[in-house]
């Protein structure tokens, strides 16, 4: 089993240094511009093709059943044109918008994986991922992060929001602060649950470093106390939050 994840992760390894280490950025430029008449299109494409080629018959010629090469070089003409239709249809998408790039890479993966099923021959380790991933516990996992992102943001601010008249101008990015806060819960939520409360003690001096400059002055008093009590409210829920993860879990 060890051997045949060593070929899924070397799938994953080559499509990362393919897209991204060994694609010059005027090979996107003018995928973006030419689109289907961009020679750099189909040479990347290529270049998928061969790393994949390349780990797939590494992998075929050390594996002890023997694969096929048929399913080498199948698999490794799926991956060139799944790129070369996936990295199309993305250039006629808009190319500074975060959720196109995330489901490009994501449409890759599941060439790859589906490529990796295919070799093996056995759909046992996907039916075991998905026994796994429906368990209790990552269940339970899976909700906490998705509730210390968006939906405590809009929690945190409601509660606070009786105060938020009183500061007129908090001298900040848009949103950013909501964005701070979800980095910041999911931080610490892992923490939690790894077990590293210390360390969520070492975020909260490191963030207090960080505000001491900007809200020293007593004219400030307002704005540290309405950062102060979005920073508690957002660290003490995702703790408590993780905590009674980890208390199910470990009850189950």
Known sequence: MNADLSLLLGLVLVHLLGDFALQPRRWVEARYRRKVRS?????????????????????????????????????????????????????????????????????????????????????????????????????????????????LSIVIALVIQR????????????????????????LVLTLVLLDQLTAIGFLLAAKSVLRFGELRGAQDRKLTEYVLMGTLLSVSTAMVLGLLIRLVAEGG
């Not at 039916?127 to 996992?141: C, E, H, R």
């Not at 105060?163 to 848009?174: H, K």
């Open 39 to 151: 020679p750099q299109l189909y040479l990347h494409a290529a270049l998928h093709g061969g790393l994949a080629l390349a780990v797939l018959g590494a992998a075929t010629l050390t594996h002890s059943s023997g694969s096929s090469w048929a399913m080498v070089l199948g698999g490794a003409l799926a991956v060139a044109v799944s790129h070369t239709l996936i990295d199309l249809g993305k250039a006629y998408l808009s190319p500074g918008r975060l959720r196109w790039f995330m489901l490009d890479q994501a449409l890759h993966l599941l060439v790859l994986l589906g490529v990796w099923l295919a070799w093996l021959g056995d759909w046992r380790p996907l039916i075991a991922f998905w026994q796994w991933l429906f368990t209790p516990s990552v269940l339970g996992i899976i909700v906490a992060y998705l509730v210390v992102t968006r939906p």
């Open 163 to 186: 105060w938020s008249a009183e500061i007129d101008n908090p001298g900040t990015l848009i949103a950013a602060g909501a964005r701070i806060g979800m980095a910041e819960r999911v």
